[in-house]
């Protein structure tokens, strides 16, 4: 079964061709700064990989883009979009209820818009993404997988906010999280490369890319994460705030006289990395701007590390203790900067980075960075949440 997968993240599309019968993965690819001027699209099939620029406005031309690339580009791997079994979605918000992969029907599809103000970043593009394959391919099985649906696991002491009570249960307010697909994926990869068996372990989780979010995986159960009911709680983000004191938003529409709707918008795409610098919501621009000494960049920087120690403080007392701890996603996989920063006087702790694995080149590799004589293991493990939806949408669509 050929199997397309679509990732549509807050700031990139990625996607894979994965054919099931061969277990190979055909094309894969990543469309980055879509929004942005300098938007451009990573095409790689058959071991040949080419960057060329394009401006992608929005998600929906990214996917046209992508199509383009798949079908008729010089190195294209399909001769039409007949060749396609099923479609993968990756879709952030299941909201309660889907706590697994669902076939995407109407009554799926209208779920998911009911849940588009929960994930604004997200959801709204994916819906975009499910439509644009609805057009280009009426008919094709597709499926959502969602990243909330690994969260469901959680308890209520960890789930439940401290509102009262009748308006949570009217409303289904409680924490959600986010990110699911990957912290599943990571969690399973970092079992592997121990050689022991998942619910042997306590695990930290951090999936840290445009969007961030920690987990604390307890004996192979997800126990806690830092996204809540949205995934604008937790950590200080690319252009999300996180976690801040909830009475800075009413304080805010009256001093400055901010509809809700604003200051969601502030919250949600000005603040972050993006809000603190000034500079941008790519990691890459703001450790430039530290690097150059640039004062908000710095801020920025040295935010976004104290923010990622928080949650690893919090969540080794909640398991009482850490085996190890893993680092996915844009900023986990590449900032070496970053990863020396967050761990940097852990050692009373058993937490001690190597700094020289640290800092060596990878080239996407899974590896270990702690040091060896480091009780607590740290590894960086690039993240295949493609690999799961196709994985989860070959198991719906076989059984068609
Ligand atoms: N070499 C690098 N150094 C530092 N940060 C990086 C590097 N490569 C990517 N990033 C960061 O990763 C972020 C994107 O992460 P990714 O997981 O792809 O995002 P998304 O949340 O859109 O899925 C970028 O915004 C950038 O900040
Ligand atoms: C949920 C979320 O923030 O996703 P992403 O990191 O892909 O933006
Ligand atoms: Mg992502």
Redesign the pocket.
Known sequence: MKILVI?A????L?YQLVDTDLDKMLAKG?C?RVGSKDSYIKHGADKDERIFAQYMADHEEALKVVFDALIHSERSTITSIDEIDAIGHRIVHGGNYFDSSALITDEVLQKIESLCTLAPLHNPPALKCIQVCQDLAPGLPQVAVFDTSFFQTLPPSAYMYPLPYELCEKHQIRKYGAHGTSHRYIANRCAALMDQPLEDLKIITC?????CSISAIDHGIAVDTSMGFTPLDGLMM?TRCGAIDPAIIPFLEEAEGLTPAQINEIMNKKSG?LGVSGIS????D??KGAEAGEERAVLAYEMYAHSIRKYLGQYMIEMAGVDAIVLT???G???DR?RRLAFAGLQPLGIILDQEKNSRSHHGKERFISHDDSPVKIIVIP?NEEMMIAQDTYEIVSKL
């Open positions: 990732n993240g807050s700031s990139s990625k990543l980055e999936h840290l890319g445009n969007g690319g990395l919501n790519d990691m890459r703001v450790r996603a844009g900023v996989e590449n900032c970053m993240t």
